[in-house]
């Protein structure tokens, strides 16, 4: 292997980690996007953690597609030097193209979703008062045939003999 190849990858690696910087960024920009109820913000750990998961194993892929598995010492000190470059340098410039992002493309996208969250409900809420509505004169009815039922025959008791 010749110099130039060890430091195209050594570029790489610290491309990746400059890579994984901003995409855990901006994976805790659109977790913090969402309302603060949502289940997203509730399991924000879990999905974070996953997130870091994958990107492990896509950093393994990268690794193995660009080196044939030959893993050495200094592609992690690559990749944490990556991800000190992302916060020092590059993170208010990719953080705010983040934000422009996620207000262009994830807040529409979730008010759509409780916009016909919202829909459905009052659809539901309508059907159902309509059921109650016809329904009501016959629970009208059945309630007051069962009270004067219950009425007549309450002198009737029902006694188990003891044995």
């Given at each position: 292997m010749i110099v130039s190849e060890q430091f195209v990858q050594l570029l790489v690696m610290v491309l990746s980690g400059i890579a994984v910087g901003f995409i855990i960024d901006s994976v805790r920009l659109i977790v913090f996007s969402t309302p603060k109820r949502s289940s997203l913000r509730k399991w924000m750990m879990v999905f974070e953690l996953l997130t870091w998961i994958l990107l492990g194993g896509l950093t393994y892929y990268l690794l193995f597609w660009?080196?044939?598995?030959?893993?050495?010492?200094?592609?992690?000190?690559?990749?944490?030097?990556?991800?000190?470059?992302?916060?020092?340098?590059?993170?208010?410039?990719?953080?705010?193209?983040?934000?422009?992002?996620?207000?262009?493309?994830?807040?529409?996208?979730?008010?759509?979703?409780?916009?016909?969250?919202?829909?459905?409900?009052?659809?539901?809420?309508?059907?159902?008062?309509?059921?109650?509505?016809?329904?009501?004169?016959?629970?009208?009815?059945?309630?007051?045939?069962?009270n004067t039922f219950y009425k007549k025959f309450k002198f009737i008791k029902y006694n188990k003999k003891q044995q």
């Open positions: 660009l080196k044939d598995g030959a893993w050495r010492a200094y592609d992690p000190l690559a990749q944490i030097a990556g991800i000190f470059l992302y916060q020092t340098f590059f993170q208010t410039f990719l953080r705010f193209i983040a934000r422009i992002l996620v207000n262009i493309t994830w807040r529409p996208f979730w008010f759509i979703v409780r916009l016909i969250i919202a829909i459905i409900r009052q659809i539901l809420k309508i059907v159902i008062n309509v059921c109650m509505f016809v329904l009501r004169p016959f629970v009208k009815i059945y309630s007051y045939l069962s």
